[in-house]
Every structure is written in C-alpha cells, then in structure tokens.
C-alpha cells in the first residue's frame, strides 16, 4: 500500500519546510514518508561517490546544488547505484525498475541511490526540488516511473522551435523526469522533403550537437527523425541516402532515431516496403553500432480512424522486428489515450504501442492557446504503453503548462491529479503572478471548432453563472447571483491582462508568445462588463448607449486584433475565451439590445460582430 507524504495539508511538513503551501515534489513520487521533524540545510557535507556515477550528469547536479564538500565534514552524503559499495547498505530499498531511485534525508546524512545512472539523476532532481525549503523535511522516497518512455515529440506543422528554446525544454524535462525528446518538426526541410537526403549545414549541425549535449547533461534520450515518405524511391540509391544521413547525425552525437511516415500517400505509403527498409536500419544501422536506442517509427496509419478494414497495421505486427517501437496517436488523430484504444491497437502491432499525444499541439487551430489542464487518458494503461509522448504547441514556453501535466501524468499515473498538477505547472513558469496566469490559462484552453473533433473544457468556474444568467435573461428576468459573479470575472479578466502585460520581464519568452492573446483576453474581459451593463441600464437611454457604444468598438476592435496579428496561413488570427465567455456575450448583447428597441421603439443593430467578416479557410 502507498504511503503519501501531504506536503500542502500537513501542520508537521508547513513547520518544517517553511513555503510548503507553495510546494509539490514534481512529478508525484510512487511512495514516500516522512518523520514529524527536519534537518537544517547543509554548510559542508563530506561526500562518498560510487564508481557508476563519478562521471555522469547527477554528481554534476548535485555538485552545483551542494558546493560546500569537504572531508572533515560531520554531514554525510552518499550517491551511487545498486552496484556500488557506497549504498550498498540500502540496496533493498532501490526499486527494481528502470529510472528507479530511493531517497533517504536524516539528521546526519543523505542517501541517493538509483536503480541506474539515470534513477540516481532523478533522484539528486528530487533533492534539489526539496533544497528550495527553509528546512530538510526527515523523508524516505521509493520512486520510479510508471510508463518507461515519457517526454516530447517536436512533430507539428508550423514554425518550429528555436534552438534556444529547444536547450530550455532539455532542461525542463530533465527537472520533471521525461526521459525522451523526438526531433521531428514537419516545417525542417532536411528533416522531410526536399532535403532528408542531405547533411545539415555546418551551422545547423552544430546545433544539433549541442543539444544532444545538452539532453545528456539532463538524461534525456535526443532522438532524430526522418520523414522520407514523401519522395522516397523505394530503391538502393535511396536506402544508402537514408544511411548516411542517420552516420551523418550518428557523428554529430545522435544516438536514437527514428522514421516517419505519417500524413502521406502514394508509394511511400506500402506497408510491406516499409518494413523491408525498417528491419534493413534495424539490422544494418541500430544494432551494428552497438551504442545506439531502438529504432522508432511513426506508421502511415497512426490512428484507429484510418485502420479499419486494411492490412497495413497487421502487416507491421507481422513483419517488423520486434524491438522496433510503433507510434500509436488513439482511436483518432487527436483525442484520449483509453484502455479500449490499447485492446485494439496492441494486438495488431503485437508490442505495446509507444504513445503520440497529439495534445497540446495546436498546427490545425492556430488562432488558440491550449493551455487547460491535462485530462482524460485512462490511469491505468501502464503495462499496456511502451511509451508516451507528447506533441506540443509550436510556443514551447506556453506548451509547459501541459508538458507538466504529462511529466506527472507518465510518472504516476493511478495517483495522478490534473487540477492540482495544472495549477503547480502555472506557478512554475509565473510563480509572482501565478493568479492571473491561471486566470488566462481557464479561459484559455479550448481548440474550438475543427475537423479533428477534440475539444477540451474552458471556463470551467464560470459556465454555471454564465448559463444561468443567459437563461434567465431569455425569460425576461435577470438572476443576480450569477450577474455578480460573472461580472466578478470579467473584472478579474480584465486585472489579469493588465497585469500580466506588465509583467515581461518575469518570464520574457511566455510574454512574448501570449501577448497577442492577452490583448484579446482583456478586449473580452471588457466586452463582458459592457454588456452587463447594456443588461442593468434597458430603460436608461443614456446609460445604455454609451454601454452599447462601448461594447460594438469592442467588438471592432477584437475583430481587429484577430486580423492583425497571427497571420498565419491556416486558420490565422487570435481567439481567446471563444468556448463560454464570447458566446454569451454575444448572446446576452443580442438579447439586451432587442430588448431595447422594443421598449424604446428604436433599431440599433442587435447582431454581434464576428470575430471575423468572413469565415477564414
């Protein structure tokens, strides 16, 4: 049976670590309990280092974290894996799991020990988490991840990311314990057609190396891929081409690869050629190097949507080797991983799928932030998934707030919490203005309409207010508890905005990448409290009309905030608060302005401006 340590609910663990309302251990550990005391932090420490880990990233962590070793100190540290003799002491407690570590504070000592190189990392990581407080909680962890792979696929279309975002993400990941990132934006053309065939310049090859660097430096596993499907000659010529691109990438320090063959047609599609050129890397490429990770590959049909009735998926279950792992996006390209999808699509890859989380990308509506909580995959499919990945926004900053959740999601699953794990993602990247971040993010975080079908919630503490009072006004009365509270909200909307425009300099790259939505945001905010008041002044004709005036340059100036900025080719321009908040206001000025004319024998325009004037394609 589990044992939770309570950090935010706890008297004891507040005593004792000071900003504990303000804390979580990140992602939730498996197991851990602790002793109704604590430890100061140490000045010195004399360290003992087992031989596994004298050169790898961990001790390097630890080291910047902990400067003050010396041999004459009374505090003990001890760090190593199960096979050194610096913990051997406690190698009963070190989980029997890849990435595994246990975690032992006490008055006079630390002990990390990993179940390998990698478990000893996270476990220093979970240290560093704990040395933020005032005080050392007396705390044991037994900790390991539920599913094997967990991390990111940078595989949209869009404007990729940049390479000093991509060394952030590195080591955002290596602080939330996701083990793997997958290279493979679809707007890279040596990635896809027309370059696959050609090595990076020098300058882009240097990039590549230094993040390949920068993945070691956090355990994190650099995957590169290719997408040659979509002009590949099934032919010898091109066979060779794909290698020396992979030896290309192997000298620039790539050590895991993968292939995609996702969003095509025509020959590069045939499952059949597919494998054969799949094995041959495998056989000539991955395992004749020795040093390498399995291969990856990303199918034609990734989707239970696009299976049905064909051989493609049985011919890959068949055929292709067993170590070579099979992206698997769900029943749909995007939507829910459930225990239903994995009972179908497993049987037919025969090996567990390695899961593409198409959320929160956003290449098919890019005039929506996602950036609501993460929910509703089953949690309790981890001996059925291989792996589990997700694809994000092209704003990397942004996508952290999901990127958490999965972080946490992946680790524990049965004891993962959404809300809870949402609102410590919002705190990490905004911890002095957290409140309003979260302001923005709830009512941000819906796709809106697509042909892809994936919605998610948005406004989820105002839409009872909202449809109360939308219903009530319909029937000629006004419910007034509703009234305050969502012109509660729209004040808070409006603070949050402005706050957060002001605040550039506490986190300068979300700033940057949410700025043109919190224009927007502030414009609807607005918008809801001018209607509002359209709503309490019907019969005062001046009162009204300078609410009604207010509210239609609102509506003109949101339309020209969506037209001028994020113009991009598919479904360009800005949307903010569009799933609840829009919609009924929209409604509720529809309402109030009929409401009007009638009583004054007047015909101002009730219709709402749109968005846009026109339907954008």
Known sequence: MKKFLLLAASVCMITAMGHAQNFRLQPTPQEYVFQKDSASLPQTYQLHVGASVKSQPALSVLSEMLPGETPQASFQVYIGTRKDKEVKKFKKQIPEKADGYFLKIAKDR????????????????????????DKLPLVEITDYPDVPYRGVVEGFYGTPWSHEARMDQLDFYGKNKMNVYIYGPKDDPYHRTPHWRKPYPTQEGERIKQLVNKAKENEVIFYWAIHPGGDIRWNEEDRSNLLRKFESMYQLGVRGFAVFFDDISGDGAQAEKQV??????????????????????????????????????????????????????????????????????????????FIWWNYPVSDYVTDHLLLGPVYGNDQHIKDDVSAFVSNPMEYAEASKIALYGVADYTWNMSDYDSQSSWKYAIRQLMPLHADYLETFAA?????????????????????????????????????????????????????????????????????????????????????GGEVLDMMGSERMEKLFMRSYKQARALQTLMREVNDTYNQSASHPGIKSGSKHLRPTFDALFELATVRYNELHGTHLDAQPLPWEETKKQ
């Open 110 to 133: 630390i002990v990390i020990a990993g179940a390998d190189e990698r478990g000893v990392y996270y476990g220093v990581q979970t240290l560093a988490q704990l040395l933020t407080l």
């Open 276 to 353: 054969e050129l799949l094995n041959y890397i495998d056989e000539h490429f991955v395992k004749a190097k020795q040093d390498v990770a399995p291969l990856i590959m990303c199918p034609t049909v990734y989707c239970g949507a696009w299976g049905q009735g064909t051989d493609y998926l049985p011919t890959l279950g068949e055929k292709l080797n067993k170590n070579i792992r099979v992206m698997w996006t769900g029943d749909k390209v995007c939507t829910n991983i459930t225990q239903s999808t994995l009972d179908y699509v497993n049987p037919l890859l025969k090996r567990k799928a």
């Open 443 to 527: 009512h941000n975080s819906d796709q809106g309409e697509s042909g892809l079908e994936f919605r998610r919630e948005e406004s989820v503490a105002l839409q009872e207010a909202l449809a109360g009072l939308l219903e009530s006004y319909r029937g000629l009365k006004k419910d007034s508890s509703a009234y305050w509270e969502v012109a509660k909200e729209c004040r808070r909307i409006v603070a949050a905005a402005n706050v957060l425009l002001a605040s550039e300099k506490e986190n300068p790259a979300l700033y940057k990448e949410i700025k043109s939505w919190l224009l927007q945001f502030k414009l609807v905010g607005e918008y």
